[in-house]
């Protein structure tokens, strides 16, 4: 419009200044036809050209008026017609939208009364959406399939079929309609994601990469997300070629780890691979950076074990590195208390496994603890103690998707076949206070108070020697600060006889292995603990 404005203003000015130029040269212009000669002004002359253009001008415009009138009548009609198709329409799918079938269908019958339903395929997806309203899903794929045909409609149309077979549990069905779009226009995103999943599913992850690779180039995932899941996808190949072909699983895995430098799976993958291949020394350092970003078990018992041939005190010094690595950490004092456990270092083991439990009082902690107990003392009721603070820790985390935990990860869930589902946590929450009348959350404090003393030891029983040790010298040192017996007391006197422990005289001269010392003052371990005091001889 300002263009139009400016261009007239211009000829405008133009106009005028080519009559004040004629004006300041005046004139006469003198004309002779059939032998008489007509003279003019210039100006004169000028003017009536001028509106000699003019009238021819308007004469056109008022002819052509006439001569198309007809078809601009019919023009006008059909554009108000197709106005109120539209409004119709509009209508109808704001109707569709809010749920109110009655009216989109009444708007849907009034639209393609006033278009052509080849020239508005909108009208088809209003009758589609009416019919699935109304819960008439045989019409509405069959409107799907018309506008899948159609390539003005086909992505449209192919959305409707897919959507219809998720409903209808044809899983087959709606992969083939995913991928029939995914070729057709892989820059849709819901045609992308659901070829992806299939072919991660199926375990096509050749393909699936290919995929995802033309999402990234379409920019239609960020590229973060496109390198996450394409760590994913290579680790999962990775996966399935570490037995058959170790140095293409090291090479994805590897590759897997440049995408997304702290995926846990990618770098066990990559550092079995270099097991096979005996690189332990490029494995080692791989698990080491895994370990830096984020502790994992996984990761500790791998490296722990990462040569065959170690000796347990190998194994542990292995541990105490991965502890200087992450020191202060759940994870690094576990993997220490195991190795220190398989070692039968059980003073380190009770030790580390105790301040992991300090930190974290998961059930792993009091697991480790049961198994030093076991290993250590063999005492059944100190095992079942620990036994019971796991029952009552919080659960370890572990690989879960869709409330769905496996023992180890896996790329797609198994529940919603969704890519990248496992996440490393705990499989359920905590309730808050206690769980039963009388029962509290495990605390390690509350359970070495409520340790039960040890009750026996039995001769095979794999104790250390510092225990015996301690047990003899303990012994000894009540023998030697025994008092002597005191006199009997008279039976006049109302106050009770002291009761004596003294063992038999057929006993003395024998040593001491964990029997009571011939000392009544010496109270018996095996007896009830006082309501106060407790001994504790370890």
């Known amino acids: 419009m300002m263009i139009r404005l400016v261009v007239f203003a211009l000829l405008v000015l133009l106009l005028a200044y080519g009559f004040s130029w004629l004006a300041d040269r005046p004139g006469d212009l003198s004309l002779i036809w059939e032998g008489q000669i007509y003279q003019t002004k210039l100006i004169v002359a000028a003017s009536a050209i001028i509106a000699l253009v003019a009238a021819v001008m308007i004469a056109w415009w008022f002819v052509r008026l006439v001569w198309t009138s007809p078809h601009s009548v019919t023009r006008y009609f059909r554009a108000r017609k197709r106005d109120r198709g539209y409004q119709a329409l509009s209508t109808g799918l704001i109707a569709a939208g809010a749920g109110n079938a009655l009216l989109a269908r009444k708007m849907a019958a009034r639209s393609r009364g006033l278009i052509r339903a080849d020239q508005e395929p909108l009208i088809n997806l209003l009758e589609a959406q009416a019919a699935l309203i109304e819960g008439r899903h045989d019409e509405a794929r069959a409107k799907f399939e018309a506008m899948a045909n159609d390539p003005e409609t086909r992505e449209l149309g192919l959305r409707g079929l897919y959507l219809e077979a998720r409903r209808l549990g044809a899983n087959e069905a709606a992969r083939q309609y995913a991928e029939k779009a995914a070729d057709n226009a892989p820059y849709l995103p819901w045609a992308a994601q659901a070829t992806l999943e299939y072919r991660s599913q199926a375990g096509r992850w050749d393909d699936a990469i290919r995929l995802l690779e033309q999402q990234k180039a379409a920019r239609v995932v960020e590229k973060a997300e496109a390198n996450r899941l394409h760590a994913v996808l290579l680790t999962a190949r990775a996966g399935e070629k570490l037995e058959s072909n170790p140095a ?21 993958v990559a550092a079995k691979a270099l097991f096979r291949e005996g690189g332990v020394r490029k494995a080692a350092s791989i698990l080491e950076q895994a370990w830096k ?21 190998d194994r542990l010094k292995r541990a105490e590195r991965l502890e200087g690595l992450r020191p202060h950490n759940v994870e690094s004092l576990l993997v220490v208390a195991q190795a220190a456990l398989d070692a039968r270092e059980f003073a380190r083991a009770r030790a580390k496994a105790e301040a992991a439990a300090r930190m974290q009082p998961r059930e792993a902690a009091f697991l480790l603890l049961a198994d030093i107990e076991e290993a250590e003392t063999g005492d059944q009721g100190r095992v079942r103690h620990w036994l019971a603070q796991a029952l009552k820790a919080p659960r370890d985390p572990a690989w879960v998707a869709d409330g769905f935990v496996s023992d180890k990860w896996l790329p797609v869930s198994p529940v919603t076949g969704r890519l990248d589902a496992f996440e490393w946590k705990a499989p359920f929450g905590q309730i808050e206070g206690p769980v039963e009348e009388g029962s509290h959350p495990a605390s390690i404090e509350t359970a070495l108070k409520t340790l039960p003393p040890l009750r026996d030891i039995k001769p095979d029983s794999p104790v250390n020697d510092h225990r015996m040790i301690e047990l003899e010298r303990a012994a000894t040192i009540a023998e030697a600060v025994r008092p002597a017996p005191a006199p009997a007391p008279t039976p006049a006197k109302s106050k009770p006889e002291p009761v004596s422990d003294r063992a038999p005289a057929a006993n003395e001269g024998k040593p001491f292995f964990g029997g009571l010392p011939d000392d009544p003052g010496v109270r018996d371990p095996r007896a009830e603990p006082e309501p106060k005091t407790r001994l504790r001889l370890f």
């Not at 440049?258 to 846990?264: E, N, Q």
């Not at 984020?294 to 990462?306: K, L, M, S």
């Open 248 to 268: 293409g699983a090291r090479d994805d895995a590897q590759q897997a780890l440049k995408l997304s430098a702290d995926f846990i799976p990618a770098a066990l």
């Open 293 to 313: 970003s984020a502790p994992h078990p996984e990761i500790g018992q791998a490296y722990v074990r990462a040569r065959s041939g170690d000796s347990t005190l």
